[in-house]
């Protein structure tokens, strides 16, 4: 044990492995294989439980859930979202992203939540509706007359691409107010967590879509239409714009992937996707296509297997010679390397997460400047170009594709704040494609360079690109950061500060002021703050987009929302976490706060523990933080959702069944300004309905020493160069560098009288291992007396490093009525050490 102690300083030099390690970490942690759809017992029983939290909330039995879609979580849990229903009508904007286990247990909610006022008075003190009143539920018009008033309003003359689309709903009309602390602020001044968006109004409404083409154009439109009188409440644009050998325009000789059919080749990838409209993935010739009614046409065939001849497309010339080719291979080659990117990096496969196969169309109408993704196909277009190039270069094709992703899972609506960052979420996979595909489109991590930060650059005749990520407002109309007016603007612009907030939490910023790298809203130390790089900025960006956001989401919510993932990819607190803060703040969302709690950040002493109890029976949380300004300021949160009332260093509740499940956890701000903040970790809340609870294990938080658990007994104690996740004790295994085998033990007793077991423990993973092969490892078992194996909890290794503990849960029912061991068996090979640090083992039984 006192080789590990001088391995310290190996550890700290070794801080680029080991950032490498915990990138493969989050890989393994992000998305699994596609799920299988829920079955219609599955929804209802997940609805069931959605409503019994509804009605620990206090809303009525009025109020309940409509599953909206499914898509794969990390290994072991799907994400289902859930449209909020009052008397059967969907609430627009108003959701809940849930994250459910193998066993169908809810893990987490994030909540958007607009249905404060429905069931309020209905009329207000300004003699507005407050809520939907009892006698509106009817609509006076139509949904055919809905739909043909909007036909006449946006395309009188035009013909529908999709059949139109009529949903009868409630329409929360919003508007933003200040928070208390922003009252007296200038406009100027409000940043935008000083403002929320509150329901002022409801009207029964018709969402209407429109997916039309008039003369020589696509005129797609969302229309919200009184039901009661036809008035036009809010209307939006909803078009979503910008191994064989391929010559491609932009890339140079590239492998595409085609199939061979006889004796031709056909650009058919069947190795990515399934499914879909020609059962894997596709570049088809719409040979001039009209852009207002467009055809895919055929899948490209040829009688070789060398395709393009690398040239901008030839106005008038054939679409299917060798000059006609290059932009199906542009094509092909970007829809390969976004597949592989999301796929290899993400474990995301496809658009959808499902692996079903999508395709692009060359060759849409003639000289065509724009570039489009399809929802009613889940596939996209390409034109040629006449002020542009072919718009077939890989960031723009990785943005389009990137439209399908949000389409399958946040679908993040298309106008205001949402909007921008549906459309900033598509630049972004834009430049992480392109970086991807630079770096040779193979590994598990995006390169920390290759992509230009410029959207759009290649396919540019004049070389100035449509969007500069790292200084929006060099293309003259997009903001550098947040204000109150960025809803007004059209997305492409409004998604400026996002864009720039991505560059700085990748790249980092620059303390001059005459750099275009430059933020005024960074004010603390160091002015320049520091990037996290490529691929960890996009793990936590992609997690929070697919599990955490909602179609309504805005800027203040994504800060909150890319934070919580930042936590649970890299642990509170933690460097990553400090950039996303960082980053936010650099665009005028949140404040600023130093990037070392050394120079006066906030940083939490005691994390929220697990609470067990029955129903009935008085549950309590609680947080201590440390640094900063006192005194500090406290926010619970429930399942992602604040908790009204909530804001002392302990939060209390009579705990019901409903509430089997729920996780808790605290925001601590001081009293500086700008204000520094740090978020806990979760708790989760265990509710039985019969009988207490009991603490099987022994000393699990090793305050006592060795005292209760037997085998390698010297790894237990206070070492430097850890720290504990409660108390100053802990048991070390591993952190050798060399071969070894570690192993505690300890004998439990699960009766056969108990209705439940539950074995956690806090396990915090580093190495100077790299990459992903797995070299020591960590076993968690339960055996029975004579040291046989009854089963094998958990596997862990190098590959799974982290920052901070994570805690680990199991359910023990299985060895109820016996005696049994728990072992934790460490084993090392001959070099580059990894240390697992367990502690606080605990085994409740109910």
Not at 3 to 19: E, G, H, N, Y
Not at 678 to 699: D, F, I, Q
């Amino acid at each position: 044990m006192n080789l590990r102690k001088t391995l310290l300083a190996a550890s700290i030099v070794a801080a680029l492995p080991m950032m490498a390690s915990n990138a493969a970490q989050a890989a393994a942690q992000l998305m699994s294989a596609p799920v299988a759809l829920a079955s219609p017992q599955e929804s209802a029983g997940l609805v069931s439980k959605l409503a019994a939290l509804d009605n620990q909330r206090g809303l009525s039995a009025d109020h309940s859930f409509r599953i909206a879609s499914q898509h794969p979580g990390v290994v072991g849990e799907k994400i289902t979202r859930a449209n909020h229903t009052f008397k059967g009508l969907r609430v627009f904007g108003s959701e809940s992203v849930v994250v459910t286990n193998d066993a169908g247990d809810i893990v987490s909610e994030s909540v958007s939540d607009r249905r404060a006022k429905l069931g309020a008075p209905a009329t207000s003190t300004d003699g507005r509706s407050a809520t939907v009143a009892q006698a509106d539920w009817t609509p006076t018009l139509s949904a055919s007359d809905a739909i043909a008033q909007v036909v006449k309003a946006v395309a009188p003359s035009g013909t529908h691409r999709w059949e139109p689309k009529a949903e009868l709903l409630i329409y929360p009309v919003m508007k933003s107010v200040r928070v208390a602390s922003a009252l007296n602020k200038s406009e100027a001044a409000l940043n935008a967590t000083d403002l929320e968006d509150v329901v002022d109004h409801y009207e029964l409404a018709y969402f209407v879509q429109t997916r039309m083409a008039d003369k020589g154009k696509l005129v797609y439109f969302d229309t919200m239409v009184n039901a009661k009188t036809g008035a036009v409440i809010a209307r939006w644009k909803a078009l979503q714009t910008v191994v064989g050998t391929g010559n491609s325009q932009y890339n140079g000789t590239v492998p595409i992937q085609t199939s061979l059919s006889g004796s031709t080749y056909k650009m058919l990838d069947s190795t990515r996707g399934t499914g879909g409209t020609y059962g894997g993935m596709a570049i088809t010739n719409a040979n001039h296509s009209s852009a207002d009614n467009p055809n895919a046409g055929s899948i490209y065939t040829n009688t070789s297997n060398t395709w393009g001849d690398g040239q901008q497309y030839i106005n008038g010339g054939s679409t299917t010679n060798a000059n006609g080719q290059t932009a199906a291979v542009n094509s092909l080659w970007g829809l390969m390397n976004t597949y592989d990117a999301l796929k290899n990096v993400l474990g995301w496969q496809s658009l959808d997460g499902n692996n079903t196969a999508t395709y692009i169309a060359a060759h849409v109408d003639t000289q065509y400047d724009n570039a489009f993704f399809e929802p009613g196909c889940k596939c996209m277009y390409i034109g040629d170009g006449s002020s542009f190039y072919s718009l077939g270069s890989i960031d723009v094709i990785g943005h389009e594709m990137s439209h399908g992703v949000t389409d399958a899972t946040s679908n993040l609506t298309y106008s205001g704040e949402s909007g921008g960052l549906n459309e900033s979420n598509s630049d972004i996979g834009g430049e992480m494609v392109e970086a991807y595909a630079r770096a040779g489109g193979t590994g598990s991590v995006i390169p920390a360079s290759g992509n230009d930060w410029m959207m759009g650059k290649e396919i540019s005749k004049s070389g100035q690109p449509l969007r500069w990520m790292y200084k929006p407002s060099k293309d003259g109309g997009s903001p550098d950061a947040w204000s109150s007016t960025i809803k007004n603007l059209d997305v492409h612009y409004s998604s400026g500060p996002n864009n720039r907030m991505f560059y700085f939490l990748s790249q980092g910023s620059n303390a001059s002021s005459s750099s275009d790298y430059y933020s005024k809203y960074l004010v603390k130390s160091p002015a320049a703050m520091t990037g996290i790089g490529n691929d960890k900025a996009f793990r936590i960006w992609f997690k929070a987009l697919t599990t955490k956001f909602t179609s309504s989401t805005n800027y203040a919510d994504a800060r909150t929302k890319v934070l919580a993932s930042a936590t649970e990819l890299y642990g509170a607190g933690s460097k990553e976490v400090i950039a996303v803060t960082r980053a936010y703040a650099a665009i005028n969302v949140g404040a600023d706060i130093d990037e070392t709690g050394a120079t006066g950040g906030v940083s939490i002493t005691t994390q929220p523990s697990n609470v067990s109890v029955t129903a009935g029976s008085t549950a309590s949380f609680s947080v201590g933080a440390t640094g900063g300004t006192s005194p500090y300021t406290y926010k619970w949160y429930r399942n992602g959702a604040v908790i009204s009332g909530a804001t002392s260093a302990t939060y209390s509740l009579t705990a019901q069944t409903a509430d089997n499940g729920a996780v808790f956890n605290a925001v601590v701000s001081d009293s500086s300004s700008p204000v520094k903040t740090a978020t806990s970790g979760n708790a989760t809340l265990t509710v039985g309905t019969t009988g207490g609870t009991t603490e099987r294990v022994t000393n699990g938080g090793f305050e006592s020493g060795v005292t209760g658990w037997a085998g390698t007994t010297g790894v237990i104690g206070n070492y430097s160069g850890q720290t504990a996740y409660e108390g100053t004790k802990f048991a070390w295994l591993g952190g050798n560098g060399s071969t070894a085998s570690e192993t505690i033990t300890q004998a439990v007793t699960i009766p056969s009288t108990v209705t439940s077991a539950t074995l956690t423990f806090a396990l915090h993973i580093d190495t100077a291992e790299t990459g992903s092969t797995v070299y020591d490892k960590l076993v968690v078992t339960v055996k029975n007396s004579a040291g046989s194996v009854l089963g094998t909890l958990a596997t862990y290794s190098n590959a799974n490093a982290a920052s901070g503990y994570q805690v680990r849960t199991f359910n023990m029912s299985a060895y109820k009525g016996q005696t049994v061991t728990l072992s934790f068996a460490m084993t090392e090979d001959s070099s580059l050490q990894t240390s697992f640090v367990v502690d606080k083992v605990s085994l409740i039984t109910q």
